[in-house]
């Protein structure tokens, strides 16, 4: 699997970004998947996972309410829709991909992802 994340910039606090991860391969249409971000001098934290079938999601309770992550199957694709972002949402953010995944759930924990995107960028400014 092979994931492709865009759709970083700079962005205005109160505005809105949305991310894409692509992703191919022969299970990456049906791969739990999640975003995490890292900014400086912190560690890697969960931002938003889902299931494979997308009926089930998780959100880190930082970007509840902000933040909608989605997917679309057919074009291997998930995104994480970024609203009303705030200076402190600036970070690297990474898409991963579970391909050893058991049962429709989503993941949260960093060592539960085999594939890593290469991180988008994310700047909030004030």
């Known amino acids: 699997v092979q994931l492709q994340a865009s759709g970083g910039g700079l962005v205005q606090a109160g505005g809105s970004l949305r991310l894409s991860c692509a992703a191919s391969?022969?299970?990456?249409?049906?791969?739990?998947m999640g975003w995490f971000r890292q900014a400086p001098g912190k560690e890697r934290e969960i931002v938003a996972a889902?299931?494979?079938?997308?009926?089930?999601?998780y959100y880190a309770d930082s970007v509840k309410g902000r933040f909608t992550i989605s997917r679309d199957n057919a074009k291997n694709t998930v995104y994480l829709q970024m609203n009303s972002l705030k200076p402190e949402d600036t970070a690297v953010y990474y898409c991963?991909?579970?391909?050893?995944?058991?049962?429709?759930?989503?993941?949260?924990?960093?060592?539960?992802?085999?594939?890593w995107g290469q991180g988008t960028q994310v700047t909030v400014s004030s």
């Open positions: 991963a991909a579970n391909t050893y995944w058991r049962g429709n759930y989503y993941y949260t924990e960093g060592y539960e992802y085999d594939y």
């Open positions: 391969g022969r299970t990456a249409s049906t791969c739990p």
């Open positions: 889902i299931n494979w079938s997308g009926s089930s999601t």
